[in-house]
């Protein structure tokens, strides 16, 4: 079903990483409401000095994240693998570049194109996508964004990439909303047909 891909884009927090964000944390000291992203609640901020503390304490918890990361299950290998073959390998997230790099490098990532809320509008816009499928002269067609959350499946549909779900107990109600679905990364490397 991935045979058609000629690049894939992948999620970072909660995807190839667990960084253990405490999202209940970031609402409760931002004022954040229930059913609204944490980035749009702070665009909705007219206050510039209440802008600037959410977006303080937004920062405070991803940077702790970033140190507390650890990879999913099977995901470094899959990198490795990945950054090895010919085919294009991304990161598109909501996170900042600082904070993206911080948890790329102490995992020893591989050397990999990173899109960040600082370089797109955050997903399910599919800005970051196409920024990347422009960059790689590819067409979205024969990409896939792969993702555990609502938005990164969003993002991909908007960008009519594959959409890909990396399948958890809390994500099981996104499994229709995705193209393709697996569990472990090790069926993610199976169904991209890596040797």
């Not at 980035?39 to 977006?55: M, N, S, V, Y």
């Not at 995992?107 to 600082?118: F, K, N, Q, V």
């Not at 549909?157 to 959409?163: E, I, K, L, P, V």
Request: charge should be negative.
């Amino acid at each position: 079903m991935l045979d058609h891909l000629h690049g894939i884009i992948f999620d970072l927090d909660g995807t190839l990483v667990d960084s253990q964000l405490d999202f209940a944390g970031m609402r409760r000291e931002t004022g954040c409401p229930p059913q609204r992203g944490l980035l749009e609640h702070i665009d909705t901020l007219t206050d510039e000095d209440a802008r600037r503390k959410a977006e303080a304490v937004i920062h405070r918890y991803e940077m702790k994240g970033a140190r507390a990361a650890s990879w999913m299950p099977g995901a470094a290998t899959l990198l490795q693998r990945l950054s090895s073959s010919a085919m294009p390998v991304g990161i598109v997230t909501r996170n900042s570049r600082t904070a993206a790099r911080l948890t790329l490098e102490s995992l020893g990532a591989p050397a990999l194109d990173l899109i960040t809320r600082e370089d797109a509008a955050p997903k399910p816009d599919p800005e970051g996508l196409l920024q990347l499928a422009d960059r790689w002269s590819l067409g979205a067609n024969v990409l896939a964004y792969v993702g555990d959350f609502r938005f990164d499946l969003e993002a991909a549909h908007r960008a009519n990439m594959t959409s890909v779900l990396f399948l958890q107990n809390d994500n099981r109600d996104y499994a229709d909303m995705a193209d393709v679905v697996f569990s472990h990364f090790d069926e993610l490397a199976n169904l991209l047909s890596l040797e």
